[in-house]
């Protein structure tokens, strides 16, 4: 049975530092991982797709790697802000399925 | 683009009491999805579906019924509410495209208590 971990459940930094979020994955049979935010009270939105074929994909200060045969995905975000804050969760969608299962999220604060 | 459309927002139901969550989407998403988010928990799927007419269960489906008569409508229906149901609920929709996938969009989120 898939199951997605991410550690550290909260995460405090000062403005500026480049930061690193980890996603640990059981199974490296993956179709994708997603990382998304989610702001108090909000949805969640999509940061960030890879495909299981692909190592990376970036999208402004975000970068996200995906090492499927670890089960591992980090989020890289550079200099960050404090608009930055939020809960951050990574998501996979096993093969054969078209369902997503969550991480339970890594809570950033970024600290002016 | 409204996106993902759930309602109500907030909802507070008493033991036994049912009601239904209403979702809708305007981007044509084949996929739509329910799932529910415990405090410091993951989203577990409840149900999900993969078209007009077609709905299959995830992973925490008891006390729940879904139906999709639409492509635009996905209504999650709690019967005879129970306590352990209290939850943020969150309807999400994709256009999959196999075997790879597309991103999910996901509503605002309905914050059910039930008393």
């Known amino acids: 049975k898939q199951e997605v971990t991410q550690i550290p459940a909260a995460l405090s930094v000062p403005e500026g530092e480049n930061l690193v979020l980890n996603c640990s994955f059981t199974?490296?049979?993956?179709?994708?991982l997603q990382w998304f935010r989610q702001d108090p009270g909000k949805g969640l939105t999509s940061l960030l797709l890879?495909?299981?074929?692909?190592r990376e994909q970036t999208s402004g200060r975000l970068n996200a790697s995906l090492d499927k045969s670890s089960g591992r995905s980090t989020l890289y975000i550079a200099a960050s802000q404090p608009g930055d804050s939020a809960t951050y969760l990574c998501?996979?969608?096993?093969?054969?399925?078209?369902?997503?299962?969550f991480g339970t999220g890594t809570r950033l604060k970024v600290l002016a | 683009n409204a996106g993902v459309t759930q309602t109500p927002k907030f909802r507070i139901l008493k033991i036994g009491q049912s009601m239904t969550l209403q979702c809708t989407q305007d981007?044509?998403?084949?996929?739509m999805y329910w799932y529910r988010q415990d405090p410091g928990m993951g989203l577990k799927l409840i149900y999900y579906?993969?078209?007009?007419?077609?709905?299959d269960k995830g992973e925490v489906p008891n006390g729940y019924n879904v139906s999709r008569s639409t492509t635009e409508d996905f209504p999650l229906r709690l019967e005879l509410a129970a306590p352990s149901q209290t939850s943020v609920y969150f309807c999400?929709?994709?256009?999959?495209?196999?075997?790879?996938?597309?991103?999910?969009?996901f509503g605002e989120g309905s914050w059910l208590t039930v008393v």
């Open positions: 998501a996979v969608r096993p093969p054969g399925t078209y369902k997503y299962i």
């Open positions: 890879i495909q299981s074929s692909q």
């Open positions: 999400a929709s994709s256009y999959i495209l196999p075997p790879s996938g597309n991103t999910i969009y």
């Open positions: 199974d490296s049979a993956i179709y994708n």
């Open positions: 579906s993969v078209g007009a007419g077609i709905t």
């Open positions: 981007m044509n998403h084949n996929y």
